[in-house]
Protein backbone atom coordinates (compact mmCIF):
# COMPACT_ATOMS: atom_id res chain seq x y z
CA UNK A 1 0.00 0.00 0.00
CA UNK A 2 1.04 3.26 -0.79
CA UNK A 3 0.66 4.99 2.43
CA UNK A 4 2.12 8.25 0.99
CA UNK A 5 -1.07 9.33 -0.88
CA UNK A 6 -2.90 12.07 0.12
CA UNK A 7 -5.80 9.59 -0.35
CA UNK A 8 -5.24 7.46 2.41
CA UNK A 9 -8.66 6.66 4.92
CA UNK A 10 -10.67 8.80 2.54
CA UNK A 11 -14.24 7.15 1.00
CA UNK A 12 -15.05 6.74 -2.13
CA UNK A 13 -18.25 5.26 -4.25
CA UNK A 14 -18.04 3.50 -7.08
CA UNK A 15 -20.66 2.58 -9.84
CA UNK A 16 -20.16 -0.19 -12.06
CA UNK A 17 -17.50 -1.77 -10.11
CA UNK A 18 -17.89 -5.57 -11.19
CA UNK A 19 -15.92 -5.65 -14.10
CA UNK A 20 -13.78 -2.78 -16.24
CA UNK A 21 -12.89 0.55 -16.07
CA UNK A 22 -15.34 0.77 -12.08
CA UNK A 23 -13.58 -3.00 -10.93
CA UNK A 24 -9.72 -1.65 -11.37
CA UNK A 25 -10.19 1.98 -10.03
CA UNK A 26 -11.46 0.10 -6.93
CA UNK A 27 -8.29 -2.26 -6.96
CA UNK A 28 -6.22 1.00 -7.98
CA UNK A 29 -7.99 3.14 -4.93
CA UNK A 30 -8.17 0.55 -2.10
CA UNK A 31 -3.90 0.50 -2.92
CA UNK A 32 -4.03 4.52 -2.17
CA UNK A 33 -5.62 3.53 1.43
CA UNK A 34 -9.38 4.68 0.68
CA UNK A 35 -12.50 2.95 2.07
CA UNK A 36 -14.96 1.98 -0.97
CA UNK A 37 -18.38 1.55 -1.60
CA UNK A 38 -19.43 -0.56 -4.56
CA UNK A 39 -22.56 -1.63 -6.48
CA UNK A 40 -23.34 -3.04 -9.45
CA UNK A 41 -25.95 -6.11 -10.68
CA UNK A 42 -23.67 -8.84 -10.49
CA UNK A 43 -23.35 -9.72 -6.77
CA UNK A 44 -20.86 -12.59 -7.13
CA UNK A 45 -18.35 -9.69 -9.15
CA UNK A 46 -18.71 -7.27 -6.33
CA UNK A 47 -18.14 -10.36 -3.15
CA UNK A 48 -14.63 -11.69 -5.08
CA UNK A 49 -13.94 -8.24 -5.50
CA UNK A 50 -14.50 -6.85 -2.09
CA UNK A 51 -12.85 -9.85 -0.81
CA UNK A 52 -9.25 -8.87 -2.60
CA UNK A 53 -9.62 -5.33 -1.71
CA UNK A 54 -9.23 -3.30 1.35
CA UNK A 55 -12.03 -2.16 3.70
CA UNK A 56 -15.18 -1.66 1.58
CA UNK A 57 -18.94 -1.84 1.84
CA UNK A 58 -21.22 -3.01 -1.22
CA UNK A 59 -25.23 -2.38 -2.44
CA UNK A 60 -26.14 -4.23 -5.22
CA UNK A 61 -29.01 -3.09 -7.69
CA UNK A 62 -29.63 -1.35 -10.95
CA UNK A 63 -28.54 1.65 -11.21
CA UNK A 64 -31.40 2.68 -12.68
CA UNK A 65 -33.90 2.50 -9.59
CA UNK A 66 -34.26 5.93 -8.93
CA UNK A 67 -33.46 5.05 -4.85
CA UNK A 68 -29.82 3.83 -5.42
CA UNK A 69 -27.70 6.75 -6.08
CA UNK A 70 -28.53 8.22 -3.02
CA UNK A 71 -28.55 5.14 -0.78
CA UNK A 72 -25.04 4.85 -1.69
CA UNK A 73 -24.41 7.78 -0.62
CA UNK A 74 -25.97 7.32 2.67
CA UNK A 75 -23.86 3.51 3.16
CA UNK A 76 -21.08 5.45 2.91
CA UNK A 77 -21.85 7.83 5.45
CA UNK A 78 -23.33 5.41 7.65
CA UNK A 79 -20.23 2.92 7.15
CA UNK A 80 -17.46 5.35 6.89
CA UNK A 81 -18.98 8.48 8.36
CA UNK A 82 -17.94 10.52 5.48
CA UNK A 83 -17.24 10.35 1.38
CA UNK A 84 -15.28 12.02 -0.51
CA UNK A 85 -15.34 10.99 -4.24
CA UNK A 86 -17.99 9.56 -6.03
CA UNK A 87 -16.88 7.78 -9.29
CA UNK A 88 -20.26 7.50 -11.33
CA UNK A 89 -18.91 5.19 -13.56
CA UNK A 90 -21.78 2.42 -14.81
CA UNK A 91 -22.50 2.86 -18.44
CA UNK A 92 -23.49 0.88 -21.65
CA UNK A 93 -23.04 1.84 -25.48
CA UNK A 94 -25.28 0.77 -27.83
CA UNK A 95 -24.91 1.46 -31.70
CA UNK A 96 -26.33 0.62 -34.75
CA UNK A 97 -27.03 2.38 -38.58
CA UNK A 98 -30.46 3.59 -38.61
CA UNK A 99 -32.39 0.67 -39.45
CA UNK A 100 -31.03 -1.67 -37.18
CA UNK A 101 -30.57 0.27 -33.67
CA UNK A 102 -32.94 -0.79 -31.48
CA UNK A 103 -35.17 2.32 -29.89
CA UNK A 104 -35.74 0.38 -26.54
CA UNK A 105 -32.07 -0.71 -25.65
CA UNK A 106 -31.34 3.64 -26.35
CA UNK A 107 -34.06 3.85 -24.24
CA UNK A 108 -32.18 2.08 -21.80
CA UNK A 109 -28.77 3.11 -22.30
CA UNK A 110 -30.19 6.75 -21.71
CA UNK A 111 -31.61 5.86 -18.75
CA UNK A 112 -28.49 4.13 -17.49
CA UNK A 113 -25.91 6.97 -18.92
CA UNK A 114 -27.79 10.04 -18.17
CA UNK A 115 -30.71 10.18 -15.70
CA UNK A 116 -29.05 7.47 -13.37
CA UNK A 117 -25.68 9.56 -13.49
CA UNK A 118 -27.44 12.70 -13.13
CA UNK A 119 -29.44 11.07 -10.03
CA UNK A 120 -25.95 10.33 -8.63
CA UNK A 121 -24.50 13.29 -9.69
CA UNK A 122 -26.85 15.91 -7.46
CA UNK A 123 -26.76 13.48 -4.73
CA UNK A 124 -23.31 13.74 -4.58
CA UNK A 125 -22.60 17.73 -5.00
CA UNK A 126 -25.26 18.42 -2.67
CA UNK A 127 -23.48 16.36 0.11
CA UNK A 128 -20.46 18.16 -1.59
CA UNK A 129 -21.28 21.39 -1.39
CA UNK A 130 -22.73 20.90 2.48
CA UNK A 131 -19.26 20.26 3.41
CA UNK A 132 -17.48 22.43 1.13
CA UNK A 133 -14.87 19.38 0.54
CA UNK A 134 -15.84 16.47 -2.25
CA UNK A 135 -14.68 15.08 -5.84
CA UNK A 136 -17.16 13.95 -8.44
CA UNK A 137 -15.43 12.40 -11.44
CA UNK A 138 -17.77 11.39 -14.35
CA UNK A 139 -16.91 8.57 -16.66
CA UNK A 140 -17.75 9.93 -19.92
CA UNK A 141 -15.72 8.93 -23.24
CA UNK A 142 -13.77 10.44 -26.46
CA UNK A 143 -17.48 10.13 -27.84
CA UNK A 144 -18.16 13.20 -25.50
CA UNK A 145 -15.55 15.13 -27.15
CA UNK A 146 -17.16 14.40 -30.64
CA UNK A 147 -19.70 12.14 -32.84
CA UNK A 148 -19.15 9.12 -35.06
CA UNK A 149 -22.01 7.54 -37.46
CA UNK A 150 -24.08 5.30 -36.27
CA UNK A 151 -23.09 6.17 -32.57
CA UNK A 152 -25.24 9.54 -32.42
CA UNK A 153 -27.22 8.73 -29.52
CA UNK A 154 -24.22 6.82 -27.74
CA UNK A 155 -22.66 10.17 -28.25
CA UNK A 156 -25.49 11.90 -26.95
CA UNK A 157 -25.41 10.40 -23.50
CA UNK A 158 -22.03 11.75 -23.00
CA UNK A 159 -22.20 14.62 -24.38
CA UNK A 160 -25.07 15.06 -21.51
CA UNK A 161 -22.70 14.33 -18.87
CA UNK A 162 -20.18 16.68 -20.14
CA UNK A 163 -22.90 19.30 -20.11
CA UNK A 164 -23.77 18.68 -16.69
CA UNK A 165 -20.37 18.36 -15.31
CA UNK A 166 -19.55 21.74 -16.96
CA UNK A 167 -22.35 23.56 -15.25
CA UNK A 168 -21.79 22.22 -11.88
CA UNK A 169 -18.06 23.22 -12.32
CA UNK A 170 -19.01 26.58 -12.86
CA UNK A 171 -21.85 26.69 -10.39
CA UNK A 172 -18.78 25.10 -7.78
CA UNK A 173 -16.07 27.56 -8.95
CA UNK A 174 -15.08 29.12 -5.74
CA UNK A 175 -15.69 26.34 -3.46
CA UNK A 176 -13.75 23.01 -2.74
CA UNK A 177 -15.89 21.25 -4.71
CA UNK A 178 -14.02 19.47 -7.83
CA UNK A 179 -16.24 17.93 -10.80
CA UNK A 180 -13.85 16.25 -13.23
CA UNK A 181 -14.90 13.96 -16.47
CA UNK A 182 -12.54 11.51 -17.85
CA UNK A 183 -13.00 10.86 -21.30
CA UNK A 184 -11.22 7.30 -22.46
CA UNK A 185 -10.76 6.17 -26.34
CA UNK A 186 -11.33 2.61 -26.70
CA UNK A 187 -10.61 0.66 -23.60
CA UNK A 188 -10.35 -3.37 -23.17
CA UNK A 189 -13.50 -4.26 -21.41
CA UNK A 190 -16.38 -5.86 -21.37
CA UNK A 191 -18.40 -2.89 -23.06
CA UNK A 192 -18.06 -4.25 -26.57
CA UNK A 193 -18.42 -8.09 -25.94
CA UNK A 194 -22.61 -8.04 -27.70
CA UNK A 195 -20.85 -6.58 -30.43
CA UNK A 196 -20.49 -8.61 -34.11
CA UNK A 197 -17.13 -6.78 -35.03
CA UNK A 198 -14.87 -5.56 -31.63
CA UNK A 199 -13.89 -2.18 -32.30
CA UNK A 200 -10.38 -3.15 -31.84
CA UNK A 201 -10.71 -5.02 -34.98
CA UNK A 202 -13.00 -2.59 -36.76
CA UNK A 203 -10.42 0.31 -35.75
CA UNK A 204 -7.62 -1.48 -35.88
CA UNK A 205 -6.29 -1.11 -32.58
CA UNK A 206 -3.52 -3.86 -31.55
CA UNK A 207 -2.76 -1.73 -28.53
CA UNK A 208 -6.09 -0.82 -26.80
CA UNK A 209 -6.33 0.96 -23.48
CA UNK A 210 -6.80 -1.15 -20.44
CA UNK A 211 -9.21 -0.48 -17.54
CA UNK A 212 -5.92 0.07 -14.93
CA UNK A 213 -4.80 2.82 -17.43
CA UNK A 214 -7.96 4.98 -16.47
CA UNK A 215 -7.57 3.77 -13.28
CA UNK A 216 -4.62 5.41 -13.00
CA UNK A 217 -5.44 8.26 -14.54
CA UNK A 218 -8.09 8.83 -12.32
CA UNK A 219 -5.92 8.40 -9.15
CA UNK A 220 -3.82 11.16 -10.70
CA UNK A 221 -7.19 13.46 -10.74
CA UNK A 222 -7.77 12.77 -7.01
CA UNK A 223 -4.23 13.14 -6.14
CA UNK A 224 -3.55 17.29 -7.55
CA UNK A 225 -3.47 19.81 -4.90
CA UNK A 226 -6.87 21.29 -3.09
CA UNK A 227 -6.67 24.32 -5.93
CA UNK A 228 -6.04 22.71 -9.13
CA UNK A 229 -8.98 22.17 -11.26
CA UNK A 230 -8.79 19.05 -13.96
CA UNK A 231 -12.50 19.09 -15.61
CA UNK A 232 -11.87 17.36 -18.48
CA UNK A 233 -8.63 14.79 -19.32
CA UNK A 234 -9.27 12.36 -22.65
CA UNK A 235 -6.47 9.86 -22.89
CA UNK A 236 -6.39 7.36 -25.76
CA UNK A 237 -4.52 4.49 -27.20
CA UNK A 238 -1.34 5.84 -28.96
CA UNK A 239 -3.55 3.92 -32.71
CA UNK A 240 -6.61 5.60 -32.25
CA UNK A 241 -7.43 8.22 -34.72
CA UNK A 242 -10.75 9.07 -34.99
N1 LIG B 1 -14.53 0.54 -22.71
C1 LIG B 1 -14.40 1.66 -23.42
O1 LIG B 1 -13.82 1.67 -24.52
C2 LIG B 1 -14.95 2.94 -22.87
C3 LIG B 1 -14.57 4.14 -23.50
C4 LIG B 1 -15.08 5.34 -23.02
C5 LIG B 1 -15.95 5.35 -21.96
N2 LIG B 1 -16.33 4.16 -21.37
C6 LIG B 1 -17.27 4.23 -20.25
O2 LIG B 1 -16.70 3.58 -19.14
C7 LIG B 1 -17.73 3.20 -18.23
C8 LIG B 1 -17.43 1.79 -17.72
O3 LIG B 1 -17.50 0.89 -18.80
P1 LIG B 1 -16.45 -0.30 -19.02
O4 LIG B 1 -15.77 -0.02 -20.27
O5 LIG B 1 -15.69 -0.55 -17.78
O6 LIG B 1 -17.48 -1.49 -19.35
P2 LIG B 1 -17.92 -2.80 -18.55
O7 LIG B 1 -16.74 -3.67 -18.25
O8 LIG B 1 -19.03 -3.39 -19.36
O9 LIG B 1 -18.49 -2.23 -17.18
C9 LIG B 1 -19.73 -1.61 -17.10
C10 LIG B 1 -20.15 -1.55 -15.64
O10 LIG B 1 -21.40 -0.87 -15.55
C11 LIG B 1 -22.30 -1.66 -14.79
N3 LIG B 1 -23.67 -1.49 -15.23
C12 LIG B 1 -24.15 -1.53 -16.51
N4 LIG B 1 -25.48 -1.41 -16.50
C13 LIG B 1 -25.87 -1.28 -15.20
C14 LIG B 1 -27.11 -1.14 -14.54
N5 LIG B 1 -28.27 -1.08 -15.22
N6 LIG B 1 -27.11 -1.06 -13.21
C15 LIG B 1 -25.98 -1.12 -12.48
N7 LIG B 1 -24.75 -1.26 -13.05
C16 LIG B 1 -24.71 -1.34 -14.40
C17 LIG B 1 -21.84 -3.11 -15.00
O11 LIG B 1 -22.21 -3.90 -13.87
P3 LIG B 1 -23.32 -5.07 -13.87
O12 LIG B 1 -23.46 -5.57 -15.27
O13 LIG B 1 -22.73 -6.08 -12.93
O14 LIG B 1 -24.53 -4.41 -13.33
C18 LIG B 1 -20.32 -2.94 -15.04
O15 LIG B 1 -19.79 -2.95 -13.75
C19 LIG B 1 -19.04 3.36 -19.00
O16 LIG B 1 -19.68 4.55 -18.57
C20 LIG B 1 -18.59 3.50 -20.44
O17 LIG B 1 -19.51 4.25 -21.22
C21 LIG B 1 -15.83 2.98 -21.79
Redesign the pocket.
Known sequence: MNSASTLKDQVAVI????????AAVARNLSQAGMKLVL????SE?IDSLAKEIGESASLM????EPSLPQKLLDLALQRFGRCDVICN?????DVGPIEEIDIERVCRMVR??VEAAFRLAYAAVRHFKRINQGHLVN?S??LGTKVRPTAGAYAGTKYAIEALSEGLRMELAGTNVKVSCIE????L????NHWKVHPTKSMNISSPLQ?EDIARTIRFLLEQPAHIRIPRLLIMPGEQQL
Open positions: TGASSGIGTARRRGDITNAGVVINTSIPGLVTELHP
